[in-house]
């Protein structure tokens, strides 16, 4: 079975741009997860969509968005790029429906910002 | 608001010795509790998780971690490490009602000596 795709795997931009970058989930799975990472912050919990519906959303501006299709693919934006927003996104995708199921994570998008 | 501590930045061990990674969590109840390994260009990867029950939970690798609420921690062991588990290990909780909010720890970088 596939595991969790994201795309590009690598991306630059500059300030003021805005970037959008994609999650495949394994097949069958319905929650996806986004995480930023970086040096200073950490690992921080973007939003979870479910079903198209996000779920839950974390303490980012509002330049951060995010949208599941019907085949439970995802995409987050980011708009108005700043050079704080450089870091490792990760996308995470589980299956059962519930509070904390096993979420099985994507090698992630480096995005550099200059 | 939930938080997660893991006082260790970075551990050295030798191949063969025994391993303590320390994690403490602040959160009114019992939190759900996991372990995540991270190796370098990769995403996470889900060590072993405690919901409710037996406080001693077993994972996957040879790792093994024990819950104790007494001390709100969640502390992860291996018996004799690897050259292959040096990588980045995550303590993380999320809350009941949290979706798969996950809020993680700082992480511990663990290097393994020969």
């Known amino acids: 079975k596939a595991g969790v795709t994201q795309t590009p795997r690598y991306l630059i931009k500059t300030r003021g741009q805005q970037v959008t970058l994609s999650c495949s989930p394994i097949?069958?799975?319905?929650?996806v997860s986004w995480y930023q990472q970086t040096p200073g912050q950490g690992l921080q919990f973007l939003f979870e969509y479910f079903s198209e519906t996000q779920r839950n959303k974390g303490n980012f501006p509002g330049r951060f968005s995010g949208r599941q299709f019907s085949n439970s693919r995802s995409e987050m934006n980011v708009s108005t790029l700043e050079l704080g927003d450089s870091a490792l996104y990760l996308c995470?995708?589980?299956?059962?429906?519930?509070?904390?199921?096993?979420?099985?994570f994507g090698p992630g998008t480096r995005l550099t910002v200059l | 608001a939930q938080s997660v501590t893991q006082p260790d930045i970075h551990i050295t061990v030798s191949e063969g010795a025994s391993l303590e990674l320390r994690c403490n969590y602040s959160y009114g109840a019992t939190p759900y509790l996991f372990w995540y390994v991270q190796s370098p260009g990769q995403g996470l990867q889900l060590l072993l998780k405690?919901?409710?029950?037996?406080?001693l939970v077993q994972g996957i690798k040879g790792f093994e971690a024990e819950f104790k609420r007494s001390q709100s921690s969640f502390n992860l062991r291996k018996p004799s490490v690897h050259w292959s588990d040096a990588a980045e290990y995550f303590c993380a909780v999320g809350t009941p009602g949290g979706y798969n909010k996950l809020i993680f720890g700082a992480g511990t970088r663990l290097a393994v000596h020969p």
């Open positions: 405690y919901f409710s029950g037996d406080t």
């Open positions: 995470a995708s589980s299956f059962l429906t519930g509070d904390y199921n096993e979420q099985f």
């Open positions: 097949s069958g799975h319905r929650s």
